[in-house]
């Protein structure tokens, strides 16, 4: 329903096998993390990748965590792909290593490239790119960077990340926005890049410099409170990324994880995961089960083609708490009366304290002892007491109608139009934007509670 009706209404697994590994073999075959954009010591890139993620990935295989100046070092820089050579000639030689995958997140792509390209270049070690480059027998790009990101481009040429989500500066190496390596991922720079020589790899190829070359990418972000796809990683940068996603800044003109498009991920490779719900952040976590085809791939087992690989079902919408402000309490204007009301809202403290607090359940999700979705008579919001100025409570036909509707998301966790990819109407507005949203409040007029629709701005 729309909302001018509404308010004359009102008014009125997959199993994959090793193929012919020896314990031998796997001892002499490696793999080598290399992280993406900030400056990383070899235990901070731990945590960048997380050790379970890394374990997950590495298939039962000696590794290593390089660790290097991916923000103050350009990727064509010896300062960047020249330490990365320097600590993987010592592991190779310690362990006898006879070749090796490399699995890069972000922009941890462009040094690997460089080298690719030029393997008669010399660390500041003295170790020729050669070296390394004739030990790897594949590399797997997650979330590449391999055409830049109009996010370098936002944040380089306004001069300050004020707007940019705080969750999502890491990804940018977590202070300054003007290092090298986000100048280098300005998306004009990255054209001159790709087609003078400095990064090789041609558009399409599924080699560079002889190896083959497979492609982890995701292209939406998912913020659904309510779901682990969007927990998984954290869920402060899930927004974040979202936020990016929704203004564009991810993509000019193609889908995205947030901040990389695509166009840029999808450039050259093999592309062996194209997930509609791995963001930029999740790609380097293991989540949604890339960990897992990641290491299969690692172990040259089979794996199902991007088409085939299955999940169960998740909502596709943000969460209302998002869209709404849910954890807000304040004054508002009731859209449908223009009466003065008091939007509940939900604090932290408020989540235990106890009673059943109605906006508690939107933002978190659960309230004291209750949880949703529930079509339980406990629920206020499918309470005819909240609505004595309505004719109905809650119907189902106000999912997908324009307001993100509290009491729908109480029900069922969202409100979209069932099996719909659209009409997502939780979808947080972006910044100058607004939305029209569905909540219980206090009306002071009629000095009572009711169900309204207050407008929230972004």
């Known amino acids: 329903m729309h909302l001018s009706s509404r308010r004359s209404r009102v008014l009125a697994t997959f199993v994959a096998v090793l193929l012919g590994a020896s314990g031998d073999a796997l001892a002499n075959a490696g793999v080598v993390f290399v992280h993406g954009t900030g400056d990383q010591s070899t235990s901070s890139a731990v945590g960048y990748w997380t050790q379970s993620s890394i374990d997950t990935m590495r298939n039962g295989r000696p590794y290593l965590v390089v660790g290097y100046p991916g ?26 290593i006879t070749s090796f995958t490399v699995i890069t997140h972000s922009n941890g792509s462009s040094p690997l490239r460089y080298m690719l390209g030029h393997t008669g270049a010399v660390s500041a070690k003295g170790y020729a790119v050669s070296t390394v480059t004739s030990k790897i027998s594949q590399v797997i790009f997650s979330a590449p960077d391999l055409t830049g990101t109009p996010l370098a481009d936002q944040v380089t040429t306004s001069g300050s990340f004020l707007n940019i989500a705080n969750s999502i500066v890491e990804f940018f190496g977590g202070g300054s926005y003007n290092n090298p390596a986000v100048v280098q991922q300005r998306t004009d720079n990255m054209r001159v890049y790709n087609s003078n020589g400095t990064f090789a790899g041609t558009q399409g190829a599924t080699t560079v410099g002889g190896k083959p070359v497979s492609v982890v990418r995701g292209n939406r972000v998912y913020a659904n409170l309510f779901s682990s796809d969007a927990h998984c990683g954290g869920y402060l940068t899930t927004i974040g990324l979202k936020a990016a996603a929704l203004l564009g800044w991810g993509s000019f003109n193609a889908a995205t994880d947030g901040f990389i498009g695509a166009d840029s991920s999808g450039y050259f490779g093999n592309i062996i995961i194209d997930d509609s719900r791995l963001n930029h952040n999740q790609s380097r976590r293991s989540c949604h089960n890339s960990g897992y085809l990641i ?11 991007p088409a085939n690989q299955t999940y169960t079902p998740e909502t596709n919408v943000s969460a209302a708490a998002q869209a709404c402000n849910n954890y807000y309490s304040g004054y508002a204007t009731d859209f449908m009366t223009n009466h003065t009301v008091w939007k509940y809202g939900c604090t932290e403290s408020q989540l235990n304290n106890g009673y059943m607090e109605p906006d508690c359940l939107i933002a978190y999700g659960y309230s004291s002892g209750y949880r949703i979705p529930s079509t339980a008579s406990w629920n206020p919001y499918l309470d005819p007491y909240y609505y004595p100025s309505w004719s109905q409570v809650c119907p189902d036909s106000w999912a997908g109608d324009g307001i993100c509707d509290a009491c729908l998301v109480a029900k069922y966790g969202f409100d979209a139009t069932t099996g719909s ?25 009629w000095s009572l509670h009711n169900y309204v629709v207050v407008q929230a701005l972004h």
């Open 295 to 305: 290491s299969q791939k690692v172990a040259s087992a089979p794996i199902p083609a």
């Open 421 to 445: 990819t659209g009409a997502n109407d939780c979808v947080q507005a972006p910044p100058g934007g607004s939305n029209w949203c569905g909540a219980l409040a206090y009306d002071y007029y």
């Open 71 to 96: 923000a103050t070092c350009a990727g064509y820089s010896q300062c960047s792909w020249g330490s990365i050579v320097d600590q993987i000639v010592p592991w190779v030689n310690a362990n006898g």
